[in-house]
């Protein structure tokens, strides 16, 4: 295991919707979180593809989402987003 491992969870991440005609959607995503960022992978986390990465110290705010009465696609029900200098995430 590496020693900068914080934790290592599964996430839904929702699509960014970079284009206006993309569909909102959600995908279960394995979180690393290390001591200086927050990556995450497709698929299992012992066959990970990298899809992408948040690096900690470029993060300006976490807030909770309010969903609006929206349907979030999970048990646990708890959705945040990060704030990066350049556009947000959502997870």
Known sequence: MNADLLLQETLIKRSQQKKRTSPLNYK???F???K???TYY???PEKK???GYVELS?????EIVKNGGG??????KYPFQVEKKYFDIVF
Request: proline share 4%.
């Open 58 to 62: 470029r993060i300006k705010c976490v």
């Open 49 to 51: 593809f990298k899809r």
């Open 28 to 30: 279960e995503r394995v």
């Open 71 to 76: 349907i979030i696609p999970c048990r646990n």
């Open 32 to 34: 690393v979180l290390t």
């Open 42 to 44: 497709e698929g299992k």
């Open 36 to 38: 200086t960022r927050l």
